[in-house]
């Protein structure tokens, strides 16, 4: 694509503008470090075009705090108060996601994965945020938490134009067949090769 622009134009009948505000499906997976990253530097963009910014997290504990959690809540809070940028939410599994108000930190992850989805899903239909994320969400998918071919079939049959992006290794052959954009992470090269641990302002 030199130049951002494509190497043929499809025949659908689609204008130029049409395509440009369809709704896309990225995937980021693969062994190397980077797919949340990537992730959520793509929500940054969507925060200052002023999209509505909804991350779920499907695996970290809600008692990890990670670095780009606290910046978007930050984003959020200064859409809310100064009308800047898009508004934001941030939900994570670990002891129960935000909206379901459970109690006790003694959780059953599949079934937690399985409300999740089922949050997202409804989310999706009501046309709730104009960009997802769902972060580390292909392994509920690996692990039979959440059918994958429920999850392509939602996110085919989505309204509008909202934009969806999922995270985590070994992203299902289905999930990658409906994507409009798959991108692999390979690990060349990591500090924990060499025995570093991770390390403050780059892991969290």
Same mark, same amino acid.
């Given at each position: 694509m030199p130049q951002? !622009?494509?190497? #043929?134009?499809?025949?659908? $009948?689609?204008?130029?503008? #049409?395509? !440009?505000?369809?709704?896309?499906l990225a995937v980021h997976t693969g062994p190397g470090k980077g797919k949340s990253t990537a992730a959520f530097g793509m929500a940054l963009r969507a925060w200052n075009q002023r999209f509505d910014v909804g991350v779920f997290q499907f695996v970290k504990s809600a008692k990890w705090k990670v670095g780009e959690e606290s910046a978007f809540r930050e984003l959020g809070r200064l859409h809310d108060e100064h009308g800047v940028g898009g508004a934001v939410e941030w939900h994570k599994m670990g002891s129960g996601w935000s909206w379901s108000r459970k109690q006790g930190d003694e959780v059953d992850h599949a079934a937690a994965a399985a409300d999740?989805?089922?949050?997202? #899903?409804?989310?999706?239909?009501?046309? /709730?945020?104009?960009?997802?994320?769902?972060?580390?969400?292909?392994?509920?998918?690996?692990? $039979?938490?959440?059918?994958? +071919?429920?999850?392509?079939?939602v996110l085919a049959? /989505?309204? $509008?134009?909202? +934009?969806?992006?999922?995270?985590? /290794?070994? =992203?299902?052959? #289905?999930?990658?067949?409906?994507?409009?954009?798959?991108?692999?992470?390979? &690990?060349? &090269?990591?500090?924990?090769? =060499?025995?570093?641990?991770?390390? /403050?302002?780059?892991?969290?």
């Amino acid at each position: 694509m030199p130049q951002g !622009r494509p190497v #043929a134009v499809p025949a659908d $009948g689609l204008t130029t503008r #049409a395509r !440009r505000n369809a709704p896309l499906l990225a995937v980021h997976t693969g062994p190397g470090k980077g797919k949340s990253t990537a992730a959520f530097g793509m929500a940054l963009r969507a925060w200052n075009q002023r999209f509505d910014v909804g991350v779920f997290q499907f695996v970290k504990s809600a008692k990890w705090k990670v670095g780009e959690e606290s910046a978007f809540r930050e984003l959020g809070r200064l859409h809310d108060e100064h009308g800047v940028g898009g508004a934001v939410e941030w939900h994570k599994m670990g002891s129960g996601w935000s909206w379901s108000r459970k109690q006790g930190d003694e959780v059953d992850h599949a079934a937690a994965a399985a409300d999740g989805w089922a949050e997202i #899903a409804r989310r999706l239909t009501d046309e /709730r945020h104009d960009f997802y994320v769902l972060d580390e969400f292909t392994y509920p998918l690996k692990w $039979g938490w959440v059918d994958v +071919h429920e999850v392509v079939d939602v996110l085919a049959s /989505r309204p $509008g134009t909202q +934009h969806v992006v999922i995270t985590g /290794r070994d =992203a299902p052959a #289905a999930l990658l067949d409906a994507a409009d954009l798959v991108t692999e992470m390979t &690990k060349v &090269k990591h500090p924990m090769d =060499a025995g570093r641990k991770g390390q /403050r302002g780059i892991e969290w």
